[in-house]
Structures are given as structure tokens and as C-alpha cells.
């Protein structure tokens, strides 16, 4: 590898101790350079290194609704301006609702705060049984 001291390539050695050589830079490579590029390992005695789990959840707003279907003729950096520049996971590209009104605002985009916001939990809801009849409801005719 380019800029990594040479390993010592010595004809006397056995084929065994070649092959320990090679595979603990290998490894050393492999878990110190290409995985820890991006992961966070943890080195447990006599096993394996673990990845960390990262903690990423998997809906950044759980009360929130949006589709990036929806706005997929945007090119992402415009409302995630700082995507071409971040180099770490912990950085939180989420537009901010300021973005957001660029677009929706009466005479543009919906603007009206269902459209992103869910108000109630609609998993806790239990069947109900109905009170009243269409006459009732629209005064009583």
C-alpha cells in the first residue's frame, strides 16, 4: 500500500510465518483503516473487533410526513445545503422549516400544517361505536 512501511520479505522464512505476517496486516488494514473509516469498532479480548451500533433512527421526525418522492425534481442540496461538505455521520443535514416555506406558502406549495404534521398517535385508537345519525349531525331536518 502506498505510504505503509514494507514488510520485512525474508526468503528464510517458513510459509506458515508468511502467511501469520500477511493475514495480521491484512486484518490491521481491514479493522484499523477500511471499517473504522466510517464505523466505530470495539475491540473485544480474544474475539472478533464488534461494530457499535450507530444510533441512527430510522425517521429523524416520528410525527412527521414527508416524501422525498414528492420532491424528487429538487437536486438534494437544495434543502440539504450542507450535504456536499459533511464528512461525518453526526452531522444532521434536516432542512429547516424556514427551508421548507421557501416553497410552501399560500399560491405555491400546500402550506396548511397537516400536509407534514400528524397531530394524533392513530396507533393507540380503539373502534368506537357511533352515537349519532346523519339528521342529527346536520341539525335535524
Request: hydrophobic share 30%; net charge positive.
Amino acid at each position: 500500500m502506498p505510504g505503509e512501511p514494507r514488510l520485512e520479505e525474508t526468503v528464510a522464512r517458513p510459509p506458515g510465518e508468511w502467511v501469520r505476517r500477511r493475514l495480521a496486516e491484512a486484518e490491521r488494514l481491514l479493522w484499523n483503516k477500511t471499517c473504522k473509516e466510517c464505523h466505530t469498532l470495539r475491540f473485544p479480548a480474544g474475539r472478533p473487533p464488534e461494530v457499535v451500533p450507530p444510533a441512527i433512527p430510522v425517521r429523524w421526525l416520528p410525527r412527521a410526513d414527508f416524501s422525498h418522492t414528492s420532491h424528487r425534481f429538487l437536486v438534494c442540496t437544495a434543502c440539504h445545503a450542507g450535504a456536499t461538505g459533511s464528512k461525518e455521520t453526526a452531522d444532521v443535514l434536516l432542512p429547516s422549516i424556514e427551508t421548507c416555506r421557501q416553497c410552501h406558502q399560500p399560491g405555491r406549495a400546500e402550506a396548511r400544517c397537516f400536509q407534514c404534521h400528524d397531530y394524533h398517535d392513530w396507533s393507540q385508537r380503539r373502534p368506537t361505536k357511533g352515537r349519532y345519525t346523519l339528521p342529527e349531525l346536520r341539525g335535524g331536518d
